[in-house]
């Protein structure tokens, strides 16, 4: 309880610190990436706002994945379904919060809602893949029959990452039952896992 009340202090102080930092380094030049500022009518505030709660989530997986490294017993059942179900659950979250379109979109994926929604989103992937500085940019695009902007953000595969999207066969017991069509294995350290998309229709 305790612990959860300070992490949220410590996000809600953190968050829009994060996002302003972000954006001005976009403006100024952030090093070794294309981050351009999006041509569009939103305001700065709500883009970094965007960009400070996409740092906040990559943070609470590797925080999460975390967690299961170095243990010497196997993780029990719940331990491991707690690391990539909750970053969904606080994506759908954010959207609900702040009217945006929040989510993570993988090529390889493993819950097909996470599957590439348009043909920016494809592209999106190409680019992340054909340029590993590039950590995120902005796209004028049109969603569901909706003009708007999106962010995009790379999403890098860590050490921790592979207990569960590691080689095929050592996949946990529960992701081989429970998701048949599961396409996100065999990756390896600093692979381009997918990335986190916010869109806003405006
Ligand atoms: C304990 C097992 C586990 C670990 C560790 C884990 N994941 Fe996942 N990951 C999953 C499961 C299960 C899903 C599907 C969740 C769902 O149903 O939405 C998933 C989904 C994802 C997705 C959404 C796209 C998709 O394929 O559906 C991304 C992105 C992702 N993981 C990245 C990572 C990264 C990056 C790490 C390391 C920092 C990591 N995962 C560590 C089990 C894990």
């Not at 707690?82 to 993570?104: D, F, H, I, T």
């Not at 962010?151 to 999207?165: D, G």
Request: hydrophobic share 40%; with cysteine; glycine share 6%.
């Amino acid at each position: 309880m305790f612990n959860l009340s300070v992490r949220k202090l410590l996000t809600k102080l953190f968050q829009p610190l994060m996002g302003i930092a972000i954006v001005l380094l976009m403006t100024v030049g952030w090093p070794a990436t294309s981050y351009a500022q999006p041509n569009s009518t939103i305001p700065a505030e709500q883009l970094a706002k965007a960009v400070g709660a996409i740092e906040n989530l990559d943070a609470l997986r590797s925080g999460l994945a975390s967690t299961l490294e170095g243990t010497t017993e196997p993780p029990t059942l719940d331990t491991m379904k707690e690391v990539c179900k909750p970053v969904g659950m606080q994506a759908r979250q954010l959207s609900k919060e702040n009217g945006w379109q929040v989510k993570q979109i993988a090529s390889k994926y493993r819950n097909p809602a996470h599957q590439p929604d348009n043909l920016h989103s494809k592209m999106a992937l190409a680019k992340f893949e054909q340029t590993p500085e590039l950590m995120g940019f902005w796209d004028r695009e049109m969603l569901d029959n909706q003009s708007g902007t999106r962010y995009y953000r790379r999403i890098s595969v860590e050490a921790s990452c592979l207990a569960c999207h590691g080689q095929k066969d050592n996949r946990p017991q529960f992701v081989k039952d429970n998701y048949s069509q599961d396409l996100a294995f065999d990756f390896n350290v600093g692979d381009l896992r997918g990335m986190y998309a916010v869109f806003y229709s405006r």
